[in-house]
Every structure is written in structure tokens, then in C-alpha cells.
């Protein structure tokens, strides 16, 4: 207890500013930084097209997205760090969380999964296994292991549930919460993305929630026409875009850090061919 954390390591050779960032900005929303940005369709439907006939694989844009997204951190580790208790620490894994409908009418019920990842994972790899989870998540009578820690807590009196879930954020500042709690709850991971485009709906700043680890959350709006620059001929014409954005914990990395895994993660989902193989090597945050 109060030594080492589950899931994840403590950062020792920072320097001193960074370091002191999680004394002065103790909570997650005193260092919420908001990013928006759009992204041209073009590319991503031309590659789902190519895929689709070359391998028979119908990938989606959440696939394309999420796999950017976690070999942007797998390139940029710095991403992947959070604050607990003043201290930095890096995830051992990429975590994935997200909310799952199961199904499209406002009566239905929600779930949320995370899944972990290596960084090493191909776009194909990624689409099996978001695949596999949501399918067995779609049923009505499904129920992971989010939903079974949310219903032992919510079975308990009203009176007993605001104190209990103050007794597990102690426990989580103090590196004292259990390895089953941590792996069961979505909060606790690398960062959270919302698909907005499934329910037709444009993005939205998502807020970062204070109790676990997630540094960041992404916003994925539908598909609207916009204005946009030409590359070829410089003019404005109108283009199929999806709105992208994003809410970071500022404090994890420094700006220009931030701006560069932001570039990276378009370049890729601007040119997804570089997705369909896995990735030899996963950088590694500093000791």
C-alpha cells in the first residue's frame, strides 16, 4: 500500500517545472486545454473503399481513428502519463475507453468498455477487437465487468454510495486501489473517445473526468460539408469533413509536445495506408 501502483510506474527524473505542475494545478479541471480541428473524409473513404475490395474487410471510421489514435501514442508516450497526488506517473498500456449503445433509441441502455492496446497494433487489428467487444457488449443482457463494479455499489443504500466512492478516490490517490477496480473501470486508462458521428450529431469539448486517469478525451462529430482550401487549385471549395475535438490534461506534457502528436495523428488518418501494418517499435517514456 502507498508504494507502487498498479498499471502504472512513477516518472523520478523529470525536471523540477514539470514536476511542479501537479502542486500548483491539483486538479484536472484547473489544466483543461480544448483543441478543435476538421478532418477531410476523402482520404479515409477512398482507403475503406481500396480495403474493401482488395481484402473484403468493411473497416469503419472509428477504426481508422482509434488506431491514429493509439499510434500516435505509441510514437509520442508522453501522451499516455497522469497525475496522482501530485506525482506523474505512465500508463504501462494504451487503454481505450468508450460509451457503447446497445442500441439506437433513447430508451436503450449504455455501457461503457475499455480495451487495452500495445501500440503495436495494426488497423485491422484494432477493428477485430473493437468488433469482438461491442458485439458481445450489443446484447441486452450483456454485462462487463463496468457494469458489474457499477451495479455492486449502486445496490448499496443511498446514504453509504457518496461515501464509498469517496473512500475509492482515496484509495486511488494513494496508489491503494485495488488491481480489479482499476482494470474494470473505464476512467483509468489513456484517454476516452466519444464517436459522435454514430448518433448524427456534430462534436463536442468533453469534459475530463477528476477521479482516474484519463488525460485525455476526443470528440468525433458526423460528417458536414465545410469550406476548405483546394491543395491543387487554392480555391475554397465546399468538402466532406468531420469535426475532431479534443479536451487534454495540459499538465502531462508541454504545448508543443501536445501540437506535434496532434499533426502526427493527422497525418495518419490523412494517409491510413501507413495503418494496415503493425508497428515495429513503441517508444518508451522516460524513467
Not at 487489428?125 to 463494479?149: C, Y
Not at 486511488?172 to 454514430?198: E, V
Not at 508541454?254 to 517508444?283: C, W
Request: with cysteine; aromatic share 10%; proline share 3%.
Amino acid at each position: 500500500m502507498f508504494g507502487k501502483r498498479y498499471g502504472a510506474r512513477k516518472l523520478k527524473t523529470l525536471n523540477p517545472y514539470d514536476r511542479i505542475l501537479g502542486f500548483i494545478m491539483r486538479k484536472r479541471y484547473d489544466a483543461l486545454v480544448y483543441f478543435s480541428d476538421t478532418i477531410d473524409c476523402a482520404p479515409i473513404d477512398d482507403f475503406i473503399h481500396k480495403i474493401e475490395a482488395e481484402k473484403g474487410i468493411r473497416l469503419s471510421y472509428l477504426d481508422i481513428l482509434n488506431t491514429a489514435m493509439i499510434r500516435t501514442y505509441a510514437k509520442k508516450p508522453q501522451l499516455n502519463r497522469f497525475i496522482m497526488n501530485g506525482n506523474m506517473y505512465a500508463n504501462d498500456k494504451i487503454s481505450v475507453s468508450t460509451v457503447v449503445k446497445k442500441s439506437l433509441r433513447d430508451e436503450s441502455e449504455s455501457t461503457t468498455i475499455k480495451l487495452p492496446f500495445t501500440g503495436h497494433e495494426s488497423v485491422f487489428d484494432v477493428h477485430d477487437v473493437f468488433r469482438d467487444e461491442i458485439m458481445k457488449n450489443k446484447t441486452a443482457v450483456a454485462e462487463n465487468s463496468t457494469d458489474k463494479l457499477i451495479k455492486v455499489i449502486m445496490s448499496l443504500p443511498s446514504f453509504i454510495i457518496g461515501s464509498v466512492v469517496s473512500f475509492l478516490m482515496w484509495l486511488d490517490r494513494h496508489n491503494a486501489l485495488p488491481g480489479s477496480i482499476i482494470d474494470a473501470s473505464p476512467f483509468h486508462g489513456s484517454f476516452f473517445i466519444t464517436y459522435l458521428k454514430s448518433l448524427g450529431i456534430r462534436s463536442v469539448y468533453h469534459h475530463i473526468y477528476e477521479f482516474g486517469t484519463i488525460g485525455a478525451f476526443v470528440g468525433i462529430g458526423k460528417e458536414q460539408r465545410l469550406p476548405a482550401v483546394d491543395k491543387k487549385t487554392g480555391e475554397c471549395v465546399a468538402k466532406k469533413m468531420i469535426e475532431l475535438m479534443i479536451v487534454v490534461d495540459e499538465r502531462i506534457c508541454d504545448g508543443l509536445y501536445h501540437a506535434n502528436a496532434i499533426k502526427l495523428f493527422k497525418s495518419m488518418v490523412q494517409d491510413p495506408d501507413q495503418l494496415t501494418e503493425r508497428l515495429e517499435t513503441v517508444e518508451r517514456d522516460i524513467d
